[in-house]
């Protein structure tokens, strides 16, 4: 297949894809973390950002996390289409229009300097990985395909832990910690990429997994043994 | 059409759902992370009074109000899941085939929020045992916000089951949880922050306040629960009045009597 018929056939893909994944995402979490997060932002417009706009990343990354959610998994299990690349899809839906309410969010709040941004958007990465994270291996353990329902609990028990904490030990800071802004980009890119991670390592597709091949190599030559037999 | 079932039946019914539901939430994950909070609350407390002198439970006891604090929020969620499994399994259509209707099941999982309540009371009880074993006072006022800990997991399971008949999303009672847990009030007291449900008040009378409102919130969510199960009309008003007219009331004492404008302030 030529270059430029393979870029055809994944932009037509992509098209399809984003359509159908558009159709089968719950809408209903993300919308209504939106919505919370805006009626946030707007009941505390002109007080200090760090609050509300954390209150707003946990919100807008609980609601993503629903975007793995997918009844039909099972069904489609089977098809062509790996389960990784049926996730990124779901992903290239949900994630624009959560990213664009942050940054709209963040812009009409308004923050005290460039490193307090810089510490919010870290934190919303970290929050939005973590959420992936825990929604790829909720979604994947599953037997109905949904993991969004973990999500909120799962990060709330987490922070709530991280919070037990003393502060300099805190590994998902919310609010100052000792040693300045430094330490809180930090965590909450570690956070951000361990999330990442565990939602790359969840969406391997089950039939290519490593045990599913050592299983097959196991199986087919004492298969053709019995042929040959 | 469904076969009329007798009230002695429906009790029953009630009685084996509320068991097996009870059951079923002492074991359910976000019940079980709760209580990991609670005992991390204790066993800090616990620490403190074994390592330092002179504790007392002013000083310290905040540890445990804030792990059975978070164990109250987090029954709130499981008792959500638990309220919403018949649509998650699909199974809705199939239970309103059976005798005992949707507002027998309801009632029997409001029942079943006593078994967390009594996991709760024996812990606290447990702590306090050791509390008063080391010499450390534990007064009027504050028996009653160990018994304001225990209100608090029937007042937000009721509500967990209330969000789940009306808002049957998964997603709704997480959000009101870290809303409770974000939005505390601030270190500056105003004579509001006396009806927010974690409030610690300084004064016995109060206090018990506070436990009147928060049991006249726990009659609302039910009655707002039962509402939507179709349940009979009248004893649901009745549950819903009976609870408005304590909240109201109470309500209205802690709102006047807690932080007056003249007087000391006696939020916690």
Redesign the interface.
């Known amino acids: 297949m030529s270059p430029r018929v393979r870029a055809g056939a994944v932009r037509r893909f992509a098209a399809h894809g984003a359509g159908y994944a558009a159709h089968s995402v719950p809408w209903?979490?993300p919308l209504?973390?939106g919505l919370?997060s805006t009626l946030v932002v707007a009941a505390r417009h002109g007080h200090e950002a760090a609050?509300p706009l954390?209150?707003v990343a946990?919100?807008l990354a609980?609601?993503a996390g629903?975007a793995f959610d997918d009844p039909a998994f099972q069904v489609l299990a089977a098809s062509p289409t790996p389960l990784w690349r049926r996730r990124l899809l779901r992903l290239l839906v949900v994630m624009p229009p959560t990213v664009l309410l942050w940054l709209l969010l963040l812009r009409w709040q308004g923050t005290a300097s460039s490193q307090e941004t810089l510490a919010l958007a870290a934190q919303f990465a970290g929050l939005v990985g973590l959420s992936l994270g825990v929604a790829g291996v909720a979604s994947r353990s599953s037997s109905?395909g949904v993991g969004?329902?973990a999500v909120?609990?799962t990060l709330?028990?987490a922070l709530?832990l991280s919070t037990?904490l003393p502060p300099r030990w805190r590994p998902l800071p919310l609010g100052d910690i000792p040693g300045g802004w430094l330490p809180i980009y930090l965590r909450w890119t570690a956070a951000a990429v361990i999330g990442a991670l565990i939602s790359l390592l969840s969406s391997r597709d089950p039939a290519t997994s490593v045990r599913s091949r050592l299983a097959r190599r196991v199986r087919v030559p004492s298969f053709s043994r019995t042929l040959r037999a | 059409m469904r076969a009329r079932v007798p009230a002695s039946s429906i009790s029953g019914v009630v009685v084996s759902l509320a068991r097996v539901e009870g059951r079923r939430s002492l074991v359910h994950p976000f019940f079980l992370a709760g209580l990991g909070f609670a005992l991390i609350g204790s066993g800090l407390f616990i620490r403190a009074s074994l390592t330092r002198s002179q504790v007392t439970w002013g000083d310290q006891g905040w540890t445990v109000s804030v792990g059975f604090a978070v164990l109250a929020i987090l029954t709130m969620m499981g008792a959500n899941h638990a309220a919403l499994r018949d649509r998650r399994e699909r199974t809705e259509e199939q239970h309103s085939m059976l005798p005992a209707g949707a507002p027998a099941r309801t009632v029997g999982l409001l029942t079943a929020m006593l078994w967390p309540a009594v996991v709760t009371a024996m812990l606290l009880a447990g702590v306090a045992g050791f509390a008063a074993a080391r010499g450390i006072l534990i007064g009027g006022v504050e028996a009653v916000h160990l018994l304001e800990r225990v209100v608090d997991v029937l007042t937000f399971g009721a509500l967990g089951i209330a969000i789940a008949a009306w808002l049957p999303s998964p997603f709704v009672v997480p959000l009101v949880g870290w809303a409770m847990f974000l939005f505390t009030p601030s270190e500056r007291p105003a004579s509001w922050h006396a009806i927010a449900p974690f409030v610690n008040l300084r004064s016995s009378e109060l206090a018990m306040w506070h436990v009147a409102y928060l049991i006249g919130l726990t009659a609302i969510f039910a009655s707002v629960a039962l509402a939507r199960s179709s349940a009979r009309l009248p004893s649901v008003l009745a549950s819903g009045v009976i609870g408005i007219g304590i909240v109201a009331t109470s309500a209205v004492i802690l709102l006047t009597s807690a932080c007056p404008a003249h007087g000391p302030c006696l939020l916690g």
């Open positions: 209903f979490p209504l973390a919370v609050a954390e209150a946990i919100a609980c609601g629903f109905r969004g329902i909120a609990p709330f028990v709530i037990t």
